[in-house]
């Protein structure tokens, strides 16, 4: 099975421009959830979206955006990009919310992508 | 205010120690404390997961110890070995299967198990 695929790996951006980050999570998890990892701050949860709906969000400015598609693939934008927005932005999908389904908890992250604002 | 503290920062060890890692917790309404283990360049990956019911859970040489009177909970890694060299993360979360994915965690510490 193939685990959490996130495009681009790697993305060089100036500030003031906008970026769009996507994420494929494993075949049949339809819930996806999005942090922000930076050496000063660690492990930041940004949001959470299950069936095409935001259910969670993180204490982040209105700046940092997302959305999930029909095929439970997601999306996050981040505009007006700021030099503290340099991290690596992690995806995770979970089997949470599938009825029948033994939710463990454990969430499954792709590799991240990681952003350089200069 | 929902923080978990995470101690040590950075953690040497030889190979076939003992690697002793902890967090405290401050939101009493948590019920979920998972450990995940990150490799550089690699996503962080679920390690073992305790809820407070149960004061211990070990899973090979990986044991979480908790103590919910102290809201502290640790990991314990026997018979380290050097692949064992990774950042280890505690995490929490309030209320999983209403809130969904929502971890808060800690600060991380870097394990170096020497050979």
């Known amino acids: 099975k193939a685990g959490v695929t996130q495009t681009p790996r790697y993305l060089i951006k100036t500030r003031g421009q906008q970026v769009t980050l996507s994420c494929s999570p494993i075949s049949g998890h339809r819930s996806v959830s999005w942090y922000q990892q930076t050496p000063g701050q660690g492990l930041q949860f940004l949001f959470e979206y299950f069936s095409e709906t935001q259910r969670n969000k993180g204490n982040f400015p209105g700046r940092f955006s997302g959305r999930q598609f029909s095929n439970s693939r997601s999306e996050m934008n981040v505009s007006t990009l700021e030099l503290g927005d340099s991290a690596l932005y992690l995806c995770?999908?979970?089997?949470?919310?599938?009825?029948?389904?033994?939710?463990?908890?454990?969430?499954?992250f792709g590799e991240g992508s990681r952003l350089t604002v200069l | 205010q929902q923080q978990v503290k995470q101690s040590p920062q950075s953690l040497i060890v030889q190979k076939g120690g003992i690697s002793i890692i902890n967090c405290a917790y401050e939101?009493?309404?948590?019920?979920?404390f998972p450990w995940y283990q990150q490799f550089p360049g690699k996503g962080p990956a679920l390690l073992i997961a305790i809820r407070p019911d149960v004061s211990e859970k070990k899973e090979g040489r990986f044991t979480i110890s908790f103590n919910k009177s102290a809201k502290q909970f640790s990991l314990h890694i026997m018979d380290s070995q050097p692949g064992d060299s990774a950042t280890y993360f505690c995490?929490?979360?309030?209320?999983?299967?209403?809130?969904?994915?929502?971890?808060?965690f800690g600060e991380g510490t870097q394990l170096t198990v020497n050979p």
């Open positions: 995770a999908s979970s089997l949470w919310g599938l009825a029948g389904e033994r939710n463990t908890g454990e969430l499954f």
């Open positions: 939101n009493t309404a948590f019920d979920y």
């Open positions: 995490a929490a979360s309030r209320g999983w299967e209403t809130s969904g994915s929502r971890l808060t």
